[in-house]
């Protein structure tokens, strides 16, 4: 079933189209994100003027005309409200123009579904880790399928808490992927670790390595904040493998692009004797892609929303997202 879907819940507007799981596209625009960090109406504006280009590349770089799209799906949460309204607009006029059905998806649900369906599992638990969101998963049966959160920050997702840091102290570009790259010429300084449970905060080891920054080597900081928030991650993650007997683990979201996280996650897969699995790093950024794959699965499983019933939510748990 040829599915569009529109992804706009922060700085990327991406639009990807699936046929039948496959993924024929994959196009994007992103924001550039500054110093001052993401402005709402002003990410909102860039992702108005890239609507109808970076469709357009999508529908060439599939190959298809704009009549053969059989669905639609689109970003409804959770994200920056303004930044969802694009994507929503664009996708409920695409719809009604060409008469189709249409279908709201939930963020994370298209992170972790592209990456265990590609990863070829079937019931892992889950680590996501994206700017917003950082979450310990398990699917869930009752009252109706959906993962449900075993573990999650108490406070700011990690992706969030290392772009600032970066920001913070005026690394270029300041993304959390300079951090990755700073460290690996690093030595470990003392940093504070909140772990409760699977339970995890940021907050605290934030502050305290934008001041340690101040009397030490960026290298230093770079690696002892990312081995120190990483292992709170990994405590957190070993901890519900062993209470849900896991053999599969499938970590995704923005923050799996850090191969240092991989690693460290590999060696407790491995000590535990559990597969670990992840996706293409395409699919871990923000994309339309992962929407477009998750919208057909919905659409091809019976979801039917109305045009009327196609809203956004800025804090769309996933735990409140059916899976299909
Ligand atoms: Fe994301």
Redesign the pocket.
């Known amino acids: 079933m040829l599915t569009l879907g529109i992804?706009s819940?922060?700085h990327t507007f991406g639009v990807g189209i699936a046929d039948n799981g496959k993924i024929l596209a994959n196009e994007k625009a992103m924001y550039k994100i500054e110093l001052s960090g993401m402005i709402p109406k002003k990410v909102a504006e860039h992702h108005v003027q890239n609507v109808q280009p970076v469709i357009s590349a999508a529908i060439s770089k599939a190959a298809i005309t704009p009549k053969e799209i059989e669905g639609i799906g689109y970003t409804k949460g959770p994200g920056i409200g303004t930044c969802l309204q694009v994507g929503q607009i664009a996708a409920k006029t695409i719809a009604r123009k060409l008469n189709i059905p249409i279908v709201p998806v939930n963020?994370?649900i298209?992170?972790i579904e592209i990456a265990r369906i590609n990863s070829g599992l079937s019931d892992p638990l889950v680590l996501y880790v994206?700017?917003?969101?950082s979450q310990i998963l398990k699917l869930s049966k009752k009252p109706y399928p959906h993962y449900g959160v075993m573990g999650e920050t108490f406070d700011i997702g990690i992706g969030n808490m290392l772009d600032t840091f970066a920001r913070e102290t005026k690394l270029n570009p300041a993304w959390g992927s300079t951090v990755e790259k700073l460290a690996k010429w690093g030595r470990y300084i003392n940093m504070p670790y909140t772990v409760k449970g699977m339970d995890f905060s940021f907050t605290g080891i934030l502050t305290h390595s934008i001041k340690a920054a101040k009397q030490n080597s960026i290298h230093d900081v770079c690696f002892s904040l990312q081995e120190t928030a990483f292992s709170m991650l990994c405590e957190a993650t070993e901890r519900a493998l062993l209470l849900t007997n896991s053999t599969e683990m499938c970590v995704c979201?923005?923050v799996a692009q850090n191969s240092r996280l991989k690693e460290m996650l590999e060696s407790i897969a491995k000590e535990h004797k559990a597969r670990l699995g992840f996706t293409d790093n395409q699919y871990?950024?923000?994309n339309g892609a992962m929407i477009a794959f998750v919208a057909e699965r919905m659409l091809k499983n019976g979801a039917k929303t109305s045009l009327d019933q196609c809203k956004i939510e800025q804090r769309y748990r996933i735990d409140q997202a059916k899976v299909y």
């Open positions: 992804e819940s922060a963020h994370g298209g992170h994206s700017g917003g969101n979201g923005g871990n950024a923000d």
